[in-house]
């Protein structure tokens, strides 16, 4: 009787010890996910800076500053279009929830 008992302890621990192992490859997937989108967004930021830049030393002495506001808005837009199609090709969400969740992370990384 106590053999049978040892051996299903045994059988429970060697359960667990695989439930474990594969809640921390969940955790690490998770983590992974977020890391590669903020990989991801970084280039995003340095797109908004390089775009704010020439706005400045380029055509803001030659307009308004609406004018040149307007212009960087659009300019900032259309690159950022580009660049976030490219990267959903090439990293796309699993699902509409993931690709939400993707854009919530990244508006939070913006509006920090």
Do not use: C
């Amino acid at each position: 009787m106590t053999k049978v008992v040892s051996e299903a302890l045994q059988s429970h621990k060697k359960v667990e010890k695989t439930l474990n192992f594969f809640m921390t490859l969940e955790t690490l997937d998770t983590m992974n996910f977020f890391l590669k989108y903020f990989i991801a967004w970084l280039p995003m930021l340095i797109l908004a800076i390089l775009n704010g830049t020439l706005r400045d030393l380029g055509y803001k002495k030659y307009v308004s500053d609406l004018v040149a506001h307007q212009l960087s808005t659009f300019s900032l837009l259309l690159l950022l279009g580009l660049y976030v199609g490219y990267i959903i090709q090439k990293l796309p969400p699993q699902s509409p929830q993931q690709a939400l969740g993707i854009g919530i992370f990244w508006m939070s990384l913006t509006l920090r």
